[in-house]
T-cell receptor, first 111, second 114 residues
């Protein structure tokens, strides 16, 4: 499986935008880019995914580089509740493919 | 979406004993996944469990240590056998609903072995 590289931790101020980077230089053409997050004492939850085009949903936006070797998860206005570990995962998307978690980025949000 | 219930939510067990963790899903799913999260670490896949067949284990995990049952499309169990303090972790159940879809996770079972 292609690997992803993320910073270990990031800090943000509340109500400011947050840009979480992810490098995936060995991504294949069939790999989707997924983001999950894990709030304290909870299981991971889905945030967003994309293939080539930028994606928006109610939680976040995903910006994908034109060469697909990197992507950025954008939280438009961080809240204290967004403090979590964010995982960038490459996955081929079908039901049989389990998720392979890397180290993730621990996001700290300051009031 | 899918709602996953795991039991127990936490337990403290004596070394040498076994613990069975239950995972109940509110919809029928073909594949269920069991993960381990050691303290301060990321998630590691233990095995994939299909209904009606033997579970498929990842490198470093064996059936004798982590036997899995999958009796129907909504339920699975993971047993942690002959426990040692190194087995102290959070164990999580996960499902995908099929086709092209996100994964859903249970809240996890926090196991402490003393």
């Amino acid at each position: 499986d292609a690997k992803t590289t993320q910073p270990n931790s990031m800090e943000s101020n509340e109500e400011e935008p947050v840009h979480l980077p992810c490098n995936h230089s060995t991504i294949s053409g069939t790999d989707y880019i997924h983001w999950y997050r894990q709030l304290p004492s909870q299981g991971p939850e889905y945030v967003i995914h994309g293939l080539t085009s930028n994606v928006n949903n109610r939680m976040a936006s995903l910006a994908i580089a034109e060469d697909r070797k990197s992507s950025t998860l954008i939280l438009h206005r961080a809240t204290l509740r967004d403090a979590a570990v964010y995982y960038c995962i490459l996955n081929k998307g079908n039901a049989g493919n389990m998720l392979t978690f890397g180290g993730g980025t621990r996001l700290m949000v300051k009031p | 979406s899918a709602v996953i219930s795991q039991k127990p939510s936490r337990d403290i067990c004596q070394r040498g004993t076994s613990l069975t963790i239950q995972c109940q899903v509110d919809s029928q799913v073909t594949m269920m996944f069991w993960y381990r999260q050691q303290p301060g670490q990321s998630l590691t896949l233990i095995a994939t469990a299909n209904q009606g067949s033997e579970a498929t284990y990842e490198s470093g995990f064996v059936i004798d240590k982590f036997p899995i049952s999958r009796p129907n499309l909504t339920f699975s169990t993971l047993t942690v056998s002959n426990m040692s303090p190194e087995d102290s972790s959070i164990y999580l159940c996960s499902v995908k609903l099929g086709g092209w879809t996100e994964a859903f996770f249970g809240q996890g079972t926090r196991l402490t072995v003393v």
